[in-house]
């Protein structure tokens, strides 16, 4: 079944549901009641505002399942979604590098929700109306029995609260709700790219944005390192690192993330962004190390003081120089390269890249 055709017939469930409402609310309206006049009132409050809402209510469920969906804002089409910065669509991102992606299909516009709020509102005060006919009810028929008026009492004042919570809630949510506008979002995952974001319109006009985008990847490769460059650096725990990655114990990534806040700023747009990049040290548990032999137990070692994951410089200050843990991992490298295990040069290369990097970032 199409997507328009399915539209069709939850428009055509929501309209007989609006019609079933209607029909038992009017009934019930029209048919005599034998009480107090104030009673009679209260009571047909209640019916006519819980129906009254249910009517309504399935009438706006059908009329937004046939009306087409919200384009998205202009604004957010021209943006590349990941860190904010204007992009053609076509084209990949200046400021983070993210190719094309469909942008379209990644925002989601919701219509208004004031209608709903006034919806809730209704139902609450129906409940209020049910609250006090339930309170004073029994006390007007001429009920005296002390149980029966408490435990009547005890009902009342449950009916009462939970209208009176609804309603304020209701109201405070119109509130918000005219003031911000309608709700976008986006969400989705492209391009090994995590995209989030929520924000507000008025109209088809963007009136706020926040968006927050991830990327986590195997940390690439570097050139080799030159034979001068290596004298008077010291290497060996890059050595070590890249020597349990060949052996399947552990990987390298680095994850970059993108928070980004868009508003309208006079006649042009304000972009505020931050750009993060982290390193990581994830330890693998694939069938490779678990099979007994050194590879078991470097690989028990290392998961005994590093868990399944640390950042690059949690792991430094865990492997300082001169300690026995420290030691312990470079005999373990030395041991895994005598049995076989081939470290290539760009992963040396790439993993003192990374400590060089990070150490940078900590000196600031």
């Given at each position: ?13 929501y309209?007989?549901?609006?019609v ?7 009934g019930?309206l ?7 006049p104030?009673?009679?009132s ?6 006519g ?5 249910l ?8 009329a ?17 979604l990941?860190?904010g ?13 993210y ?14 929700e004031?209608?709903?709020s006034?919806?809730f ?5 129906a409940?209020?109306?049910l ?19 408490v ?7 449950l009916?009462?609260?939970?209208g ?6 209701s109201?405070?949510?119109?509130l ?9 979002s ?12 929520d924000?507000f319109?008025?109209g ?9 985008g ?26 070590t690192?890249?020597t349990f ?15 980004w ?11 505020k ?20 032999g050194l590879?078991?137990?470097?690989g ?9 994951a ?6 430094r ?11 312990q ?7 895994l ?5 081939r ?6 290369a ?15």
């Open positions: 079944m199409s997507t328009l055709s399915s539209r069709r017939w939850n428009a055509l469930v309209v007989l549901g609006a079933f409402f209607t029909a038992l609310g009017l019930v029209r048919a005599s009641m034998r009480m107090h104030g009673l009679a209260l009571l047909k409050g209640f019916i505002l819980m129906f009254g809402s009517s309504l209510g399935a009438l706006l469920a059908a937004r399942a046939l009306r087409p969906l919200r384009p998205p804002p202009a604004e957010l089409l021209a943006r590349c990941c860190c910065e204007r992009t053609p669509a076509d084209a990949a991102c200046p400021a983070c590098g190719g094309v992606h469909p942008r379209a299909e990644l925002i989601a516009a919701r219509p208004p004031w209608p709903e006034l919806l509102a209704g139902g609450a005060c409940l209020i109306c609250g006090l006919f339930v309170a004073v009810g029994p006390w007007i028929d001429g009920e005296r029995r002390l149980w029966v008026l435990a009547m009492g005890a009902l009342a004042l009916l009462l609260l939970v009176g919570a609804g309603a304020l809630g109201a405070m949510s119109l918000a709700a005219l003031r911000t506008g309608a709700k976008v986006t969400s989705g995952e492209l391009g090994g790219r995590s995209l989030s974001g924000g319109t008025r088809d006009r963007l009136v706020r944005f926040d968006g927050f991830v990327q986590r990847a195997p940390l690439p490769s570097r050139a080799a390192l030159a034979t001068s460059y290596r004298q008077g650096v010291d290497t060996r725990l890059a050595e690192l890249a990655e060949a052996a399947g114990l552990l990987e390298l990534s680095e994850e970059r993330t993108w928070r806040s868009l508003e309208p700023d006079d006649d042009a747009w304000s972009l962004r931050t750009a993060e990049r982290r390193l990581w040290v994830d330890l693998l548990e694939g069938d490779g190390w678990q099979e007994g590879a078991e137990a470097v028990n070692f290392l998961q005994g003081f590093m868990g399944e640390v950042t690059l410089s949690e792991l200050e865990l492997l300082a120089e001169r300690t026995p843990r420290r030691a991992c470079d005999a373990h490298a030395e041991a390269r005598e049995r076989g295990v470290v290539l040069p760009e992963r040396v790439a993993a003192q890249a990374a400590l060089d990097d990070d150490a940078a970032e900590a000196r600031g």
